[in-house]
C-alpha cells in the first residue's frame, strides 16, 4: 500500500496570523537499528 | 463529501496542543464534512533522551515561542516539570484502546491537557489509566491493555507508516486528502485548503 502526498511547506507561508509555521522537530531520523528492531518486533523483512 | 483529515502529533510536543483549537474551529467554519483520524508520532523513541525542562532548549523555546503564541491564541498552557520528559510510547498504546472505544478525541485532549496543565508523567502506567478513567474507559481492562502490549505492534505500525510512507518529520502535521500541511496552522489556512481538497473532489 502507497499513497501520494503533496507535501505543502508551511515553513515558507503564512501559518499562523502571518508568523512562519512552527513545529518540534524529529530529532534524528529514525536509525537503521531502531527501524530494524521495528521490522523484527512485526516480523516483517 | 467526507474529507479525511489525519493529524500526526507527540503529546510531549506543544504546538500540537496548540493545533487542537484551530482544527475545530476551522473543520466548524469551513461547512466541510470530515472524519478526523489522530495519527501516533514519537519525536524521541526509546532509547533516545527525552528533554529536561530545566535545560536551555525547552527554557528559551518556550519563553521564545510557545507561551507569545499560546497568549495569542488563548489557550493556557505551562511547560511541565516532569523531568526528563516521558516517553509517549505508552500513551499511544492506550490511544488506540480509546480509539477502540469511540474515545479518540476525549483521550487526545485529556493527554494534552495532563501534560501541559497539570505537569502528569504521562509515561506512567497508573497516571494514564487514572486518566482514562476520568474520560469513561474501563480501568482495569485499559491497564490490562498496556501491560500486555495490546496495541504495541498496531502502534509501531502506525509509527514505520509515518516515518516510511508519510515521511512525517515534524509535528503537528496534517494530511487533508493528499495534502500535507507542515507545522502548526491557524484556521483560515486549515478553512482554505478543506475547501480546496472538498472543490477538488466534487465532480
Known sequence: MSIVVHQINAFTEKAFGGNPAVACLLDDAPDADWMQAVAREMNLP | MTVP???WSDYVCPYC???EKPLAAAIAASGVETEVRW???ELRPEPTP???PEEDYLQSGWAQSVYP????MGVEIKLPDVSPQPYSRLAFEGH???????LSHEYTHRMFTAFFRESHDIGDIDVLTSLAEEIGLGATAFREALHE????EAHQALL???YEEVQVTAVPSFLIGNRLLRGLADQDALVSLLQTVEAEATP
Open chain 2, 5 to 7: 483529515i489525519h493529524i
Open chain 2, 17 to 19: 496542543f496548540l493545533a
Open chain 2, 39 to 41: 495519527m501516533p508520532f
Open chain 2, 50 to 52: 527525552t528533554l529536561r
Open chain 2, 69 to 72: 503564541l499560546a497568549e495569542q
Open chain 2, 96 to 102: 488506540l484502546f480509546a480509539e477502540a472505544n469511540g
Open chain 2, 149 to 152: 502490549g495490546t496495541y504495541a
Open chain 2, 160 to 162: 514505520k507508516r509515518a
